[in-house]
């Protein structure tokens, strides 16, 4: 745990590796948008906490039916469909591992950009914070959050774990480029209406465009609906062409 300079709060900055929030560290390893580890709901993560059986997010691949089927509400198909699923997590890809890591800050978005930009972990975990900052989203707040999470001994430790329970990924492979968007870096904030922004970004990045979560001097364009806030003033003061969501209706209809 570290206060931030700046900031009244104490923060978690442990990683994987912290204890202190294990089972909150846990929930965001395994939600959807991560490891997408089904039937690992919180009241079953508090359990499997509480009666030692993990104290660390690789300790789930070392559970047995044997030690799941003894804690409370778990039958025996449960506990074969929660295994499973933890199985099937071992297949995935560099980007999801990345965000499932809990590196502050470090949200699909950039973990997307990060998994690009060096397309090994071993890389990104390598590189300097001047390094990290050549990715298209990431400032050098973020580079600091990352490389404090690679130095962490306790984080490298549960990272040589979980690959060695076989978790793994296909080679990261760019797009060749040439969509009508290739070379551009949009930003999706506030409400949409016409659809979710993770399918607005989606759509963008099949007609070749980058997506960021952040605005910075690299951003194309920023698509604002209501609430946008502070990304909004960011795009104003850097002189960025922004638009609203019936705007990026016509540019998507008119490139798909």
Same mark, same amino acid.
Request: proline fraction near 2%; glycine fraction near 8%; aromatic fraction near 4%.
């Given at each position: *745990?570290?206060?931030?300079?700046?900031?009244? !709060?104490?923060?978690?900055?442990? /990683?994987?590796?912290?204890?202190?929030?294990?089972?909150?560290?846990?929930?965001h390893?395994?939600?959807?948008k991560?490891?997408?580890?089904?039937?690992?709901?919180?009241?079953l993560?508090?359990?499997?906490?509480?009666?030692?059986?993990?104290?660390?997010?690789?300790?789930?691949?070392?559970?047995?039916k044997?030690?799941?089927?003894?804690?409370?509400?778990?039958?025996?198909?449960?506990?074969?469909?929660?295994?499973?699923?933890? !199985? !099937? #997590?071992?297949?995935?890809?560099?980007?999801?591992?990345?965000?499932?890591?809990?590196?502050?800050?470090?949200?699909?978005?950039t973990?997307?950009?990060?998994?690009?930009?060096?397309?090994?972990?071993? +890389? *990104?975990?390598?590189?300097?914070?001047?390094?990290?900052?050549?990715?298209?989203?990431?400032?050098?707040?973020?580079?600091?959050?990352?490389? #404090?999470?690679?130095?962490? !001994?306790?984080?490298?430790?549960?990272?040589?774990?979980?690959?060695a329970?076989?978790?793994?990924?296909?080679?990261?492979?760019?797009?060749?480029?040439? /969509?009508?968007l290739?070379?551009?870096?949009?930003?999706?904030?506030?409400k949409l209406?016409?659809?979710?922004?993770?399918?607005?970004?989606?759509?963008?990045?099949?007609?070749? +465009?980058?997506?960021?979560?952040?605005?910075?001097?690299k951003?194309?364009?920023?698509?604002?609906?209501?609430?946008?806030? @502070?990304?909004r003033?960011?795009?104003? @003061?850097? #002189?960025?062409p922004? *638009?609203?969501?019936?705007?990026?209706l016509?540019?998507?209809?008119?490139?798909?």
């Amino acid at each position: *745990m570290a206060r931030e300079a700046g900031e009244a !709060a104490i923060r978690c900055v442990g /990683g994987v590796g912290c204890q202190a929030q294990l089972k909150g560290v846990v929930r965001h390893f395994a939600s959807r948008k991560a490891m997408n580890i089904d039937g690992l709901g919180d009241k079953l993560i508090d359990q499997l906490v509480d009666e030692g059986l993990l104290t660390s997010v690789a300790d789930l691949f070392r559970l047995t039916k044997d030690s799941v089927g003894a804690l409370d509400r778990m039958g025996e198909k449960s506990s074969e469909n929660l295994l499973l699923s933890v !199985a !099937a #997590a071992r297949e995935t890809t560099l980007s999801k591992f990345i965000y499932a890591l809990g590196i502050r800050e470090v949200g699909e978005a950039t973990a997307r950009s990060l998994s690009e930009h060096f397309m090994t972990l071993d +890389a *990104m975990l390598a590189a300097s914070v001047d390094a990290l900052e050549d990715v298209d989203d990431v400032g050098p707040v973020v580079a600091q959050h990352i490389c #404090a999470f690679a130095v962490d !001994a306790r984080n490298r430790v549960i990272l040589d774990e979980l690959l060695a329970a076989g978790i793994n990924w296909p080679d990261v492979t760019l797009d060749a480029g040439d /969509g009508p968007l290739a070379g551009t870096i949009w930003v999706v904030t506030g409400k949409l209406v016409a659809m979710s922004r993770e399918e607005a970004e989606s759509r963008l990045r099949a007609l070749g +465009a980058k997506t960021a979560s952040s605005v910075s001097k690299k951003t194309t364009s920023v698509v604002a609906g209501p609430g946008a806030g @502070s990304k909004r003033k960011r795009a104003e @003061s850097l #002189a960025i062409p922004i *638009m609203d969501e019936s705007a990026l209706l016509v540019v998507l209809e008119t490139h798909e």
